[in-house]
């Protein structure tokens, strides 16, 4: 956030792995205070940079930055085990952890018995299940929006053990209407509990802070407050996603395994295979849409360098007719992806620092998206290391 005037805004576009974390860090340098407003540890931000790789889960990516605060904001969701090992591991590469962090006082808590309850409610659906990470995230956000949740305000309630206790024995009788589906294992949650309540102290040792009073003074000093400046949408030269749901353009042949491949399309938090598709245009412009983007951001362009011709979906095939817009329903029995075929590059660009060094072909597939979304792209990422990043346009105003 620029506190001379205004709140920029990154978001990813796709069905999540768009390559938040390494954009953050590359745009960090322009900001006051970097602060990350959602999501919970299931999220792998990796980072590379000087020839070493790291990965970051609940810290905001620009940790790494001296002159920058980053903030842990209220909509995130802060495992305490998972939290403590994160901090460990920044501590061991010497970065002043606690100079350069803030978390909300209304954050929340995953504890223990959310991880059982989303690993019980998961093994109930069958077949039916979502691909769950398992880390406890959405039993903790129905908690936070049946207001029964504990926020990290509470850890330094004199009254926390009692309020833990309360929300831990409602868990307990949830878990009994799962048992034909999953039991806990003996001792599995006192070992849980141990792990958690050294990782609560650890929490508590950090600077807690009311974020939204906070962003709110810095925006105050800056003599602008509270205008939202620039929307900042990021998505893949093509696309991804992990665990169920539809995903029209996916590609369940060896052109999806090869970008798999090249692309090292694995979650950095489960190892887990992502599925792989090409560019779905009615999706980003509902994404777009929805969110007022501005400006958009391209990862991963190094990728699809190995195609002879690149596809992107422009319209959807329904029942009712051709659509180039989202409907409700996504599911592939009832939209089929139809592509426009445009040349590939087939050029290696990892090493290219300039726009002026970028292929033709890339240089249209960039227009081509420019035209269908109505935003420009102003950034292009040609590989994973920070320097990887070119900077078409001047980025943010």
């Known amino acids: ?60 990516s620009g940790i790494f930055h001296s002159t920058v605060t980053n903030l842990v904001g209220n909509g995130v969701v802060i495992d305490p085990v998972v ?43 069958g077949e039916a299940k979502i691909g769950s990470t398992l880390k406890g995230i959405g039993p903790s956000y129905m908690d936070k929006t049946g207001r029964n949740g504990l926020r990290v305000g509470d850890l330094l309630d004199p009254k926390f053990p009692q309020l833990y206790e309360a929300l831990k024995q409602k868990h307990i009788h949830l878990l009994k209407g799962f048992e034909a589906f999953y039991i806990p294992v003996e001792g599995e949650l006192d070992a849980m509990e141990k792990e958690f309540l050294e990782g609560v102290e650890m929490l508590k040792s ?102 002879d011709t690149i596809r992107v979906c422009t319209h959807y095939q329904t029942a009712e007719g051709l659509i180039d817009y989202l409907p409700y329903d996504i599911d592939p029995s009832k939209v089929q992806p139809v592509y426009a075929d445009l040349p590939g590059w087939k050029m290696d660009l990892t090493g290219m620092r300039h726009d002026h060094e970028l292929p033709d072909a890339l240089t249209g597939y960039i227009a081509y998206i420019e035209e269908k979304l109505g935003v420009p792209i102003t950034v292009v990422s040609v590989g994973p290391d920070r320097t990887q990043t070119i900077v078409r346009e001047k980025a943010l105003a």
């Open 206 to 307: 950090l600077t807690i802070v009311d974020s939204e009073h906070y962003v709110h003074r810095a925006l105050l000093e800056g003599k602008k407050p509270a205008r939202i400046g620039e929307v900042i949408g990021i998505f893949k030269a093509y696309c991804t996603r992990v665990g169920g749901g539809p995903f029209p353009t996916e590609l369940l042949d060896e052109t999806g395994e090869h970008m798999r491949q090249v692309g090292n399309e694995f979650g950095s938090t489960t190892g887990r295979a992502r599925r792989c598709g090409w560019l779905d245009l009615p999706q980003m412009k509902y994404a777009c849409m929805i969110n007022g983007v501005t400006q958009l951001i391209m990862m991963k362009a190094d990728v699809l360098s190995d195609f």
């Open 1 to 60: 956030m620029n506190v001379t005037n205004k709140v920029d805004i990154l978001l990813g576009l796709q069905w999540g792995d768009e390559g938040k974390g390494k954009l953050v860090d590359v745009l960090t340098p322009r900001y006051d205070i970097i602060a990350r407003f959602q999501g919970g540890p299931n999220a792998g931000h990796t980072l590379e940079f000087e020839g070493t790789k790291h990965v970051l889960h609940t810290i905001p």
């Open 83 to 125: 939290f403590a090992k994160e901090i460990a591991a920044l501590r061991v590469k010497n970065v002043p952890v606690n100079d350069r962090l803030l978390i909300s006082r209304k954050a929340h808590i995953i504890v223990p018995t959310h991880r059982l309850l989303d690993r019980a409610s998961e093994a109930s659906k």
